[in-house]
């Protein structure tokens, strides 16, 4: 039985250190060590033998064990770095292939012509402020010179939170907001841009929309300064030879009141689809802000003067970048997004 084991020993480590891949040393395990391994078949034959050697014989299996499972570790062990390092060789990286291009995000078209206008104006000395998107009925109509009865409110029907609450329809209570808190500071001097609501919903009109609202209030402020500060803004918007064309028009909050045209920057005012053959397009509401305005919020009409603008931001991305339908803005479509 001694020999019979020797002889396992001599073969087994034999076997394993010439195992050439790691599928056959697993073979080789089951083949000695296994639960039916040759080591085990042999084992089974102890009962024949004196109880005196037993012991004796019974050590040297253990020690065949350990010396053949040390062997099957180190073998283990080399064939598996061997098989890396094959990996390694195999897996060449062509670092001459074009790389996979990383999409990268784009602002959305609304924020970039909000950056723009507010980039125009800033740079003419315009300062940005904001206010409140769920707004007083008070500063929405009332210190705009539109009393509760006043028919214009049907012009902007909105939405209601209480009698006295509404979501704002327009960015021009920012107006009274800034000149309530500054006065008698001068020059007011501000844009406003924001998010406005209303109850249309249609290709050009939508429930939610952004307008920015221009204040400017000084000594001496004049319509000439309306017009000039307009001008400069659609030059730099729209292209150096823009002309502005100013209709009357009627707010209760400024007097006299007009809207702002623009010259067709797409046919240059000979008539064409974007201008709807007039030649001209409307961008702006405007005008001297109302004396009743001034009083309301803190200054004396009778000293200093003003004008106001608001505009439509969703109306100027349609006409610059040439957009028909205003909902596209509000889908979020990545494949429409990221034309910009
Ligand atoms: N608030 C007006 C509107 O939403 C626009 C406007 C602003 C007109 C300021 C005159 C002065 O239609």
Known sequence: MREELLK??????????????????????IKYLGKKGLLTQVLRGMGSLEA??????????????????????????????????????????????PGRPIKFGNKHPLTLILEEIKGIFTGMGFTVADGPEVELDYYNFEALNIPKDH??????????????????????????????AMTPELPVKIIAPGK??????DATHSPMFHQVEG????????????????LSFVRQMFGSDRQIRLRPSYFPFTEPSAE??????????????????????EILGSGMVHPNVLQMSGYNPEQVTGFAFGMGVERIAMLKY?????RLLFENDVRFLSQF
């Not at 406005?196 to 919903?201: G, L, N, S």
């Not at 702002?260 to 005012?269: E, P, T, Y």
């Open 52 to 97: 005196s050697e037993r012991p004796i014989v019974g050590q040297l299996a253990n020690e065949i064990r350990d010396s053949l499972e040390q062997c099957l570790a180190a073998k283990n062990k080399y064939l598996q770095e061997k098989a890396l390092l094959l990996r390694l060789e195999e897996e060449v990286i062509d670092v001459t292939l």
């Open 196 to 201: 406005v609501f209303r109850r249309d919903d």
């Open 151 to 180: 028919p214009a409110r049907d012009m902007q029907d909105s939405f209601y939170i209480t009698d006295e609450i509404l979501l704002r329809t327009h960015t021009s209570p920012v107006q009274a907001r800034v000149m309530q």
């Open 215 to 230: 204040l400017l209030v000084d000594n001496k402020i004049t319509f000439a300064d309306l017009k000039g500060t307009l």
């Open 260 to 281: 702002v045209d623009v010259s067709c920057f797409n046919c240059g005012g000979q008539g064409c689809r974007v201008c709807k053959d007039t030649g001209w397009i």
């Open 8 to 29: 396992i020993q001599e073969q087994g480590s034999v076997e394993l250190n010439n195992a050439q891949s790691l599928e056959e040393l697993n073979q080789l395990r």
């Open 322 to 326: 040439g957009i028909d339908d205003l």
